[in-house]
């Protein structure tokens, strides 16, 4: 998997991301100085498949409060969603799934899984009257059904495109 470096990035905070230790990611990229990256720069993060290999993506629509779940690039199915709130928006552009976690508890209804960015995923609600709405602390709701479905379908490592 390629991670490209976004402003901002420290290689710390990528490893953080990705629940990759920094160690794995400096040895997977031993060209590169590590107290030195740089937006645009291309870093191996190890671990994960090619996104490029893999059948699915998702791509989600803020603004509309939809999920889109693809296969070879024709739409499968759409999902209806909840979204971050004003005061913590649902972050966009591009990650990655990097873990499923099947009853995670609470909030979070029956299934999560991790997006590459520390803190943010796809998840279940214990609050169904929640999707359609922009109430989360940023993550992406989903109906139970819908994200055990979902986390059925598709592998680790699947794209996930989320736009305004």
């Known amino acids: 998997m390629i991670h490209t470096v976004r402003p901002g990035e420290t290689l710390y905070q990528i490893s953080l991301d990705y629940r990759t230790p920094l160690y794995e990611i400096i040895s997977a990229n031993p060209a590169i100085n590590p107290n030195l990256i740089?937006?645009?720069?291309?870093?191996?993060?190890?671990?994960?498949?090619?996104?490029?290999?893999?059948?699915?993506?998702?791509?989600?629509?803020?603004?509309?409060?939809?999920?889109?779940?693809?296969?070879?690039?024709?739409?499968?199915?759409?999902?209806?969603?909840?979204?971050?709130?004003?005061l913590s928006t649902t972050p966009t552009g591009n990650f990655i799934i990097i873990n499923k976690a099947p009853n995670p508890g609470g909030p979070y209804g029956t299934m999560w899984m991790?997006?590459?960015?520390?803190?943010?995923?796809?998840?279940?609600t214990n609050d169904p009257s929640s999707i359609g709405k922009?109430?989360?602390?940023?993550?992406?709701?989903?109906?139970?059904?819908?994200v055990e479905e979902l986390a059925r379908t598709i592998p680790i490592g699947t794209p996930v495109y989320i736009h305004p």
Not at 57 to 74: F, M
């Open 38 to 86: 740089y937006p645009g720069q291309s870093i191996v993060i190890p671990g994960f498949p090619d996104p490029n290999t893999l059948p699915y993506q998702i791509e989600v629509l803020l603004n509309s409060r939809q999920l889109k779940l693809y296969r070879n690039g024709d739409l499968q199915k759409t999902y209806p969603i909840a979204v971050g709130k004003m």
């Open 134 to 146: 922009a109430v989360s602390k940023g993550c992406i709701r989903m109906y139970n059904e819908d």
């Open 114 to 124: 991790s997006l590459s960015k520390q803190y943010y995923g796809i998840h279940g």
